[in-house]
């Protein structure tokens, strides 16, 4: 009988970390590739304190995401789902929703291997819709766009709040004791945030809302599962 778990663990993972790493390393490498053009072809580099300078700055702004983001969204996306998410971006807005209504509409179990299966299949899907409407908006775009009335043109600034939404609200209904925790905890730090009392904090401290409100729900929701609350 084929142990499909064993599978999973030892020939399907391992070989999937291969290309996955791969992949994203080839992108990254790619992406420097505007700047080796402008410096070999047409002899362009601004001074090393003006790099320096703009790495600082962009850390200090985004610098935690890069912990952040794989941990919080890897229990949804998976290994695969994760390497293709980071490599295609639109991370938050499209391949988290689209992992996690695949997963849903098989009904299979967040963090399992038939999850991980039904997120690489939601986040493939999404990818190729992705790139196929995107192709479709850099030719068509701006001549749809201009034809919008102006109150259905404002109203896709709300596209992505509606999102986060509908995913809030999708998983406050299978975990309504975990809701409990997640938005009170996190309509605390935004009003913290918002009246300033996380000033002292470096650079931009949005970043201290996310933190808290991820990893502070990890911890209270372990803690309530330990106890048999949850």
């Not at 983001?69 to 390497?83: A, C, H, K, N, W």
């Not at 809030?168 to 935004?190: D, H």
Request: with cysteine.
């Amino acid at each position: 009988m084929i142990n499909s778990n064993e599978i999973f663990e030892k020939e399907y993972t391992p070989h999937i970390i291969k290309w996955g790493m791969s992949t994203t390393l080839l992108g990254v490498l790619l992406c420097f590739g505007p700047v080796a053009v402008l410096y070999f072809v047409y002899g362009i580099m601004p001074p090393w304190s003006a790099i320096i300078t703009g790495t600082i700055m962009q850390m200090s702004v985004s610098g935690v995401f890069y912990v952040v983001e794989p941990v919080s969204y890897f229990t949804i996306l998976g290994i695969p789902g994760t390497y293709m998410s980071f490599l295609s971006g639109n991370i938050g807005n499209l391949r988290v929703p689209c992992s996690a209504i695949a997963q849903d509409a098989a009904d299979v179990e967040k963090g399992t291997p038939e999850g991980s299966i039904m997120s690489t299949i939601g986040v493939a899907t999404s990818i190729l819709v992705n790139i196929i409407l995107l192709s479709i908006g850099v030719l068509l775009g701006t001549s749809i766009l201009s034809i919008l009335p102006k109150p259905v043109y404002d109203s896709l600034n709300f596209l992505l709040p509606a999102i986060f939404g509908a995913i809030l609200g999708q998983q406050s209904v299978k975990s309504p004791k975990i809701a409990a925790i997640a938005i009170p905890l996190g309509l605390l730090m935004t009003l913290l945030y918002k009246n300033g009392y996380l000033k002292f904090l470096p650079g931009i401290p949005v970043y201290a809302v996310i933190i808290t409100t991820i990893f502070g729900t990890i911890i209270i929701a372990r803690i309530l599962k330990e106890k048999g609350i949850i």
